[in-house]
């Protein structure tokens, strides 16, 4: 599968991915976390069914809040 994640293309051994999946993946930890799969934000409760597929395009930015 090929996908486009932040800009950069991506290849995995997968047919399609879970957000979660992704995640664990990439090793992505930051707590605060926004994911959007070709432009529709996706809610942290949707994370375990939410897929990536062949072709998407993936943003997954990480907040930092500070003061």
């Known amino acids: ?3 486009i994640l932040n800009n ?3 290849q995995f051994e997968y ?9 664990k993946v990439k090793k992505f930890t930051f707590k605060m976390l926004v994911i ?4 529709t934000l996706v809610k942290k409760d949707m994370y375990a069914t939410a ?5 998407d395009d ?3 930015l990480h907040l930092v809040s500070g003061g």
């Open 51 to 55: 897929t990536i597929k062949d072709g």
């Open 36 to 39: 959007r799969i070709n432009g």
């Open 58 to 60: 993936v943003m997954v």
């Open 1 to 3: 599968m090929k996908i």
């Open 15 to 23: 047919k399609e991915l879970t957000v979660n999946e992704l995640l």
């Open 8 to 10: 950069t293309p991506e």
